[in-house]
């Protein structure tokens, strides 16, 4: 039987722009994340996807605490970490880390890879030097990089050599919980099956839990357990994977399948079009927010927004006629 690490309810991370008053304009809110409820299992992979502006990365460093949410609860085994105090969140640390996309611009220039992934062992551990020294020798091991790399800085390497020492770092500290936010979408394609199969190998080995977000529906079907569909700040659908990508029920999810390349000569599958582009995260669409680019809308989608319901074996959908 499963154990839920982490439930998060009604996750909300509104960002207010523009002044206020005669001269600055109307004050108005960018509903970036705008009521997400799900849970992350011990021990999965829980794949996020959705187009560009889609709220993925904002949800990933919400769990986090990088980014403040405006409301909602987020539990770590029992503990409400939205609630607790900047001092305490030190702790928390150790126990949830992230994966950036750019492995080059994430790691610090002017630092040696000693320092880049010895410096939460000096932080938090407060190890000799020797002693950082010889751990951060271990984690490159781990993660197939050289102990020589050691006195290297990151324009010494390549991105995926690079992506390899952010991953060495989320790890120094043992976390329970990693997300991973497009980790290889910035590397070729032979280069990316390489550290995907790296990460879940260290998942095997040291019982990671993984957010993993990415725009790529084929890297998500290979490392995910499971896969959360994303649309304009809010969850259309959830569900193992086998069973989303064989049976998907959300008109958004069906589209997004069917834009994956075909990889098998002769194989036959209908391309999805969508009309129109994203609405504005401003101001989204009343009802459901998917009926302004879905050939099934009817008016009831207009009127009344979706909620996301169980339709058996824990597929979840947020569709009025699902």
Not at 71 to 79: A, Q, S
Not at 167 to 180: D, G
Not at 259 to 264: D, G, K, L
Not at 281 to 303: D, N, Q
Request: proline content about 5%; glycine content about 10%.
């Amino acid at each position: 039987m499963s154990e839920t690490l982490l439930d998060i309810h009604d996750l909300k991370v509104h960002f207010p722009i523009g002044g206020s008053g005669l001269l600055g304009g109307e004050r108005q809110t960018v509903k970036a994340v705008d009521g997400l409820t799900f849970t992350i299992e011990r021990g999965e992979t829980l794949g996020i996807v959705g187009e560009s502006g889609c709220g993925k990365s904002t949800t990933g460093r919400a769990l986090l605490r990088l980014i403040e949410p405006t409301d909602g609860t987020v539990n770590f085994e029992g503990r409400d970490i939205l609630r607790l105090r900047r001092g305490d969140l030190r702790g928390l640390r150790r126990e949830m880390q992230i994966i950036f996309q750019d492995p080059y611009a994430s790691l610090d220039p002017r630092k040696t890879v000693s320092s880049i992934i010895g410096e939460a062992f000096k932080v938090h551990e407060r190890l000799s030097g020797r002693e950082r020294e010889e751990r951060v020798q271990e984690l490159l091991a781990v993660v197939g990089l050289r102990p020589e790399h050691i006195t290297r800085y990151p324009h010494e390497f390549s991105g995926g050599q690079r992506q390899r020492i952010g991953i060495a770092r989320a790890l120094a500290l043992n976390p329970k919980f990693v997300v991973c936010d497009e980790p290889v979408s910035a590397l070729d394609v032979s280069i990316q099956a390489q550290v995907v199969n790296l990460m879940k190998d260290l998942q095997e080995k040291l019982g990671l839990t993984y957010l993993f977000i990415s725009h790529d529906l084929r890297v998500v079907k290979h490392i995910s357990t499971r896969v959360g569909v994303m649309y304009l700040g809010k969850m259309v659908e959830l569900a193992n994977k086998h069973e989303l990508y064989r049976s998907p029920q959300h008109p958004y999810t069906r589209a997004l399948l069917s834009a994956i390349p075909q990889s098998v000569t002769g194989e036959r599958r209908e391309r999805i079009l969508l009309q129109g582009d994203v609405p504005s995260p401003v101001s989204p669409p009343s009802g459901c927010r998917f009926r302004t680019r879905c050939p099934e809308a009817t008016e009831r989608c207009a009127l009344e927004e979706p909620l996301l319901k169980d339709i058996g074996s824990g597929h979840q959908v947020a569709c009025h006629y699902r």
